[in-house]
Protein backbone atom coordinates (compact mmCIF):
# COMPACT_ATOMS: atom_id res chain seq x y z
CA UNK A 1 0.00 0.00 0.00
CA UNK A 2 1.34 3.55 -1.05
CA UNK A 3 1.95 6.14 1.54
CA UNK A 4 -0.77 8.01 -0.17
CA UNK A 5 -2.89 5.70 -0.17
CA UNK A 6 -2.58 4.85 3.19
CA UNK A 7 -3.28 8.71 3.95
CA UNK A 8 -6.65 8.59 2.36
CA UNK A 9 -7.64 5.19 4.23
CA UNK A 10 -7.49 7.10 7.35
CA UNK A 11 -8.86 10.24 5.87
CA UNK A 12 -12.05 7.75 5.09
CA UNK A 13 -12.06 5.97 8.58
CA UNK A 14 -11.94 9.23 10.08
CA UNK A 15 -14.69 10.48 7.78
CA UNK A 16 -16.85 7.69 8.03
CA UNK A 17 -17.21 7.07 11.62
CA UNK A 18 -21.26 8.60 13.19
CA UNK A 19 -20.40 11.57 14.83
CA UNK A 20 -23.69 11.74 16.91
CA UNK A 21 -23.99 12.12 20.12
CA UNK A 22 -21.18 12.42 23.06
CA UNK A 23 -19.34 9.12 22.92
CA UNK A 24 -15.95 9.04 22.15
CA UNK A 25 -14.40 5.78 22.38
CA UNK A 26 -13.57 5.04 18.61
CA UNK A 27 -11.06 7.12 19.64
CA UNK A 28 -9.69 4.58 21.97
CA UNK A 29 -5.64 3.38 21.34
CA UNK A 30 -5.93 6.53 18.76
CA UNK A 31 -6.08 9.41 20.94
CA UNK A 32 -6.10 9.86 24.28
CA UNK A 33 -7.10 13.35 26.90
CA UNK A 34 -6.44 13.59 30.30
CA UNK A 35 -9.03 14.10 32.87
CA UNK A 36 -8.81 16.99 35.70
CA UNK A 37 -8.52 16.14 38.83
CA UNK A 38 -11.80 16.86 40.67
CA UNK A 39 -13.42 13.72 38.96
CA UNK A 40 -16.29 14.84 37.61
CA UNK A 41 -18.30 12.02 37.49
CA UNK A 42 -17.42 10.99 40.89
CA UNK A 43 -17.81 14.06 42.66
CA UNK A 44 -21.73 14.32 40.46
CA UNK A 45 -21.80 11.00 41.95
CA UNK A 46 -21.93 12.07 45.23
CA UNK A 47 -24.16 15.35 45.46
CA UNK A 48 -26.65 12.85 43.17
CA UNK A 49 -26.75 10.63 45.92
CA UNK A 50 -28.57 13.44 48.30
CA UNK A 51 -30.13 15.15 45.15
CA UNK A 52 -34.25 14.81 44.80
CA UNK A 53 -34.67 16.26 41.84
CA UNK A 54 -32.13 17.18 39.04
CA UNK A 55 -31.76 18.49 35.63
CA UNK A 56 -28.88 17.60 33.59
CA UNK A 57 -28.32 21.16 30.91
CA UNK A 58 -27.39 20.27 27.47
CA UNK A 59 -27.15 17.15 28.36
CA UNK A 60 -25.89 15.50 24.39
CA UNK A 61 -26.83 12.36 23.91
CA UNK A 62 -27.31 11.32 27.11
CA UNK A 63 -24.56 8.94 27.86
CA UNK A 64 -22.72 10.54 30.42
CA UNK A 65 -25.54 11.23 32.51
CA UNK A 66 -26.80 8.19 32.17
CA UNK A 67 -23.01 6.71 32.83
CA UNK A 68 -23.70 8.99 36.54
CA UNK A 69 -27.22 7.55 37.23
CA UNK A 70 -25.66 4.04 37.00
CA UNK A 71 -23.20 5.28 39.96
CA UNK A 72 -26.49 5.96 42.00
CA UNK A 73 -28.53 3.41 42.82
CA UNK A 74 -31.41 5.18 44.90
CA UNK A 75 -30.63 8.22 42.23
CA UNK A 76 -33.49 10.87 42.57
CA UNK A 77 -36.57 9.99 41.52
CA UNK A 78 -37.52 13.80 39.48
CA UNK A 79 -34.40 13.24 36.44
CA UNK A 80 -34.89 16.02 33.74
CA UNK A 81 -32.26 16.52 30.98
CA UNK A 82 -32.64 19.43 28.00
CA UNK A 83 -30.64 18.98 24.92
CA UNK A 84 -31.03 21.43 21.47
CA UNK A 85 -29.18 19.59 18.78
CA UNK A 86 -32.24 16.99 17.16
CA UNK A 87 -30.01 13.84 16.67
CA UNK A 88 -28.52 14.20 19.98
CA UNK A 89 -31.87 14.89 21.52
CA UNK A 90 -33.05 11.57 20.08
CA UNK A 91 -30.36 9.59 21.00
CA UNK A 92 -30.52 11.31 24.47
CA UNK A 93 -34.31 10.09 24.78
CA UNK A 94 -33.33 6.47 24.10
CA UNK A 95 -30.71 6.77 26.75
CA UNK A 96 -32.49 8.50 29.24
CA UNK A 97 -36.09 7.40 29.27
CA UNK A 98 -35.43 3.84 30.64
CA UNK A 99 -33.74 5.43 33.23
CA UNK A 100 -36.92 8.04 33.80
CA UNK A 101 -35.29 11.09 32.90
CA UNK A 102 -37.75 12.70 30.82
CA UNK A 103 -35.69 14.58 28.16
CA UNK A 104 -36.66 17.95 26.51
CA UNK A 105 -35.62 19.32 23.12
CA UNK A 106 -34.59 23.20 24.11
CA UNK A 107 -32.44 25.44 22.55
CA UNK A 108 -29.15 26.24 24.31
CA UNK A 109 -30.25 30.09 24.81
CA UNK A 110 -33.76 29.45 25.01
CA UNK A 111 -35.62 29.90 28.66
CA UNK A 112 -35.51 26.36 30.61
CA UNK A 113 -39.24 25.09 29.91
CA UNK A 114 -39.68 24.27 33.94
CA UNK A 115 -41.08 26.18 37.02
CA UNK A 116 -39.27 28.29 39.30
CA UNK A 117 -37.16 26.39 42.26
CA UNK A 118 -37.95 23.09 40.83
CA UNK A 119 -34.50 21.49 40.84
CA UNK A 120 -31.95 20.99 44.69
CA UNK A 121 -29.09 20.21 41.92
CA UNK A 122 -28.41 21.25 38.22
CA UNK A 123 -25.45 20.10 36.59
CA UNK A 124 -23.83 20.49 33.03
CA UNK A 125 -21.03 19.08 31.64
CA UNK A 126 -19.35 21.07 28.55
CA UNK A 127 -22.39 23.77 28.05
CA UNK A 128 -22.18 25.74 25.25
CA UNK A 129 -23.42 28.30 27.09
CA UNK A 130 -24.39 29.13 30.52
CA UNK A 131 -27.91 30.75 31.53
CA UNK A 132 -26.73 32.27 34.71
CA UNK A 133 -30.76 33.93 36.01
CA UNK A 134 -32.15 30.54 34.41
CA UNK A 135 -30.15 28.32 36.39
CA UNK A 136 -30.65 30.78 39.60
CA UNK A 137 -34.00 30.61 39.05
CA UNK A 138 -34.89 26.57 38.92
CA UNK A 139 -33.09 26.36 41.65
CA UNK A 140 -34.48 25.33 44.88
CA UNK A 141 -33.00 27.29 48.33
CA UNK A 142 -29.91 26.06 49.14
CA UNK A 143 -29.69 24.00 45.70
CA UNK A 144 -26.37 23.70 44.16
CA UNK A 145 -25.32 24.58 40.09
CA UNK A 146 -22.36 21.88 39.26
CA UNK A 147 -20.98 22.17 35.73
CA UNK A 148 -17.98 21.53 34.30
CA UNK A 149 -16.74 23.59 31.41
CA UNK A 150 -14.97 23.78 28.34
CA UNK A 151 -12.13 27.04 28.95
CA UNK A 152 -10.94 29.59 25.93
CA UNK A 153 -8.05 28.47 24.10
CA UNK A 154 -9.21 24.59 24.26
CA UNK A 155 -7.09 22.79 21.16
CA UNK A 156 -6.04 25.83 20.25
CA UNK A 157 -2.84 24.19 19.34
CA UNK A 158 -4.89 21.91 16.60
CA UNK A 159 -7.01 24.55 15.72
CA UNK A 160 -3.43 26.81 15.26
CA UNK A 161 -2.07 24.16 12.98
CA UNK A 162 -5.04 23.48 10.70
CA UNK A 163 -6.57 27.05 10.28
CA UNK A 164 -3.40 29.25 11.15
CA UNK A 165 -3.42 31.26 14.45
CA UNK A 166 -6.74 32.23 15.77
CA UNK A 167 -7.72 34.62 18.24
CA UNK A 168 -8.71 33.51 21.64
CA UNK A 169 -11.95 34.21 22.88
CA UNK A 170 -12.39 35.54 26.29
CA UNK A 171 -16.22 34.32 26.69
CA UNK A 172 -15.52 31.23 28.53
CA UNK A 173 -13.07 31.97 31.56
CA UNK A 174 -13.43 31.13 34.98
CA UNK A 175 -13.38 34.89 36.37
CA UNK A 176 -16.44 35.56 33.91
CA UNK A 177 -18.26 32.62 34.76
CA UNK A 178 -17.96 33.63 38.78
CA UNK A 179 -18.76 37.16 37.83
CA UNK A 180 -21.77 36.02 35.84
CA UNK A 181 -22.83 33.50 38.84
CA UNK A 182 -22.75 36.23 41.45
CA UNK A 183 -24.30 38.70 39.44
CA UNK A 184 -27.02 36.23 38.92
CA UNK A 185 -27.28 35.94 42.86
CA UNK A 186 -25.70 32.30 43.42
CA UNK A 187 -22.84 32.19 45.87
CA UNK A 188 -19.21 30.42 44.12
CA UNK A 189 -18.71 27.84 46.91
CA UNK A 190 -16.07 25.95 44.78
CA UNK A 191 -13.98 27.23 40.99
CA UNK A 192 -10.96 25.74 39.83
CA UNK A 193 -9.42 25.23 36.11
CA UNK A 194 -6.70 22.83 34.81
CA UNK A 195 -5.04 22.97 31.43
CA UNK A 196 -4.97 18.98 30.19
CA UNK A 197 -2.90 17.36 27.40
CA UNK A 198 -4.85 16.16 24.42
CA UNK A 199 -2.71 13.40 22.11
CA UNK A 200 -3.48 12.28 18.78
CA UNK A 201 -1.63 9.01 17.24
CA UNK A 202 -3.12 9.23 13.84
CA UNK A 203 -4.74 11.43 11.25
CA UNK A 204 -7.84 9.60 11.05
CA UNK A 205 -8.33 10.22 15.49
CA UNK A 206 -7.61 13.89 14.10
CA UNK A 207 -10.45 13.80 11.59
CA UNK A 208 -12.91 12.30 13.63
CA UNK A 209 -12.75 14.53 16.64
CA UNK A 210 -12.78 17.80 13.84
CA UNK A 211 -15.59 16.20 12.86
CA UNK A 212 -17.77 15.81 16.48
CA UNK A 213 -16.51 18.79 18.05
CA UNK A 214 -16.98 21.39 15.42
CA UNK A 215 -15.67 24.96 17.33
CA UNK A 216 -12.77 23.21 17.10
CA UNK A 217 -12.53 24.01 13.10
CA UNK A 218 -15.50 25.49 12.37
CA UNK A 219 -15.70 25.22 8.73
CA UNK A 220 -14.12 21.75 8.28
CA UNK A 221 -13.84 19.57 5.92
CA UNK A 222 -11.07 16.90 4.53
CA UNK A 223 -11.52 18.57 0.89
CA UNK A 224 -10.74 22.02 2.22
CA UNK A 225 -8.02 21.37 5.02
CA UNK A 226 -6.47 18.49 3.02
CA UNK A 227 -3.04 20.25 2.61
CA UNK A 228 -2.87 20.92 6.09
CA UNK A 229 -4.08 17.54 7.13
CA UNK A 230 -1.45 16.29 5.40
CA UNK A 231 1.24 17.81 6.97
CA UNK A 232 -0.40 17.13 10.41
CA UNK A 233 0.09 13.91 9.46
CA UNK A 234 3.98 14.14 8.54
CA UNK A 235 4.07 15.72 12.16
CA UNK A 236 2.59 12.71 13.39
CA UNK A 237 4.71 10.01 11.98
CA UNK A 238 7.86 12.25 13.03
CA UNK A 239 7.22 12.84 16.49
CA UNK A 240 4.70 9.79 17.29
CA UNK A 241 1.82 11.98 18.05
CA UNK A 242 0.09 15.61 17.93
CA UNK A 243 0.20 17.33 21.61
CA UNK A 244 -3.05 19.64 22.08
CA UNK A 245 -4.20 21.46 25.51
CA UNK A 246 -7.69 21.21 26.36
CA UNK A 247 -8.79 24.38 28.70
CA UNK A 248 -11.53 22.93 31.56
CA UNK A 249 -13.24 24.57 34.87
CA UNK A 250 -14.83 23.45 37.65
CA UNK A 251 -18.23 25.83 38.70
CA UNK A 252 -20.26 24.85 41.96
CA UNK A 253 -22.59 27.96 42.43
CA UNK A 254 -25.01 27.61 45.71
CA UNK A 255 -28.60 29.48 45.54
CA UNK A 256 -28.95 30.97 49.13
CA UNK A 257 -31.47 30.20 51.48
Given at each position: ?66 EIISRVPNHPKTLAATE ?174
Open positions: MTAQSFFDRLLDEGNSEPVEGWDFSWLSGRATEARPSWKCFESLSVRMNTAIAVLDVQTGGGERFASWPPNAEIARDTLRPLGVSVLEVPDDAVFPFEDEMFDLVCSRHPTVTLWTEIERVLQSEGTYFSQQIGDGTNSELTDFIMGPQPISETQRIDRAISLATVAGLEVIDAQEESLPVVFFDIGAVVYFLRKVIWTVPDFSTEKYRERLKLLRHSIEDHGSFKSHSQRFLIEARKPR
